[in-house]
């Protein structure tokens, strides 16, 4: 089955900066890669998402890019701001919207520091 | 937008009761409902893909006799969990899609004494 491995587990940013999440999956079939936002006790928020016939997608500070050859996807949050503070779950799919059950990285801690 | 609930958002039980958390597509008809489970500080995992009308398929390691999943129609799936122990407490979440929507459900937190 599929295997998504993220980095960092914890990621500390200033206000303002740019912040990166790197995730690895290993099932080449897998062509449907979103990204969620989880704030403390709420339900992941879809952020953005990229299918495997796109290697960049942007929306206003986020932005996420493909590598179908080295099978990795990452997340840039560009200016960061406190409400950016959450954990970030990547996620792989074979089929687009994920039909097919979703296989979810272990999240990346991200803070913001003012 | 479309949205998914979960009923009910938390619940506390004794060990060996039973537990019914439903979750419903309030303005879609959902073709399939997922069922993940999340412990704290740990990602989401998922146990069991429901589709309306047919058994639900459950990921290795999960015990469908344990997890009881009804998918009575396109807007409502239920998990059953039989027998609770403290061992069963989590953050359980719904996703319901149909074609390239989906939404997830705000969760259910079951904690069993």
């Known amino acids: 089955g599929e295997n998504v491995e993220q980095h960092p587990s914890t990621l500390s940013v200033q206000e303002g900066d740019s912040a990166v999440i790197k995730c690895t999956y290993s099932d080449s079939a897998s062509n449907y890669f979103p990204w969620y936002k989880q704030e403390l006790g709420k339900r992941p928020q879809l952020i953005i998402d990229i299918r495997s016939n796109v290697g960049e997608k942007k929306d206003q500070r986020i932005a996420v890019t493909l590598n179908k050859t080295a099978k990795h996807f990452s997340l840039h949050i560009t200016e960061t701001q406190p409400e950016d503070s959450a954990v970030y779950f990547c996620a792989a799919s074979r089929s687009g919207g994920g039909a097919d059950g979703l296989t979810f990285g272990k999240g990346t801690h991200l803070i913001i520091q003012p | 937008g479309a949205v998914v609930s979960q009923h009910p958002s938390w619940v506390i039980c004794k060990s060996g009761t039973s537990v019914k958390i439903e979750c419903r597509s309030l303005d879609f008809q959902a073709t399939t409902m997922f069922w993940y489970r999340q412990f704290p500080k740990q990602s989401l995992m998922l146990m069991a893909t429901?589709?309306?009308?047919?058994?639900?398929?459950?990921e290795q390691g999960v015990e469908k006799d344990k997890f009881l999943i009804n998918h009575a129609s396109l807007t409502l799936s239920t998990l059953t969990v039989t027998s609770a122990h403290p061992e069963d407490s989590s953050f359980y979440i719904c996703r319901a899609i149909r074609a390239d929507t989906q939404y997830f459900g705000p969760g259910t937190r079951l904690t069993v004494l």
């Open positions: 429901s589709n309306e009308g047919s058994k639900a398929t459950y």
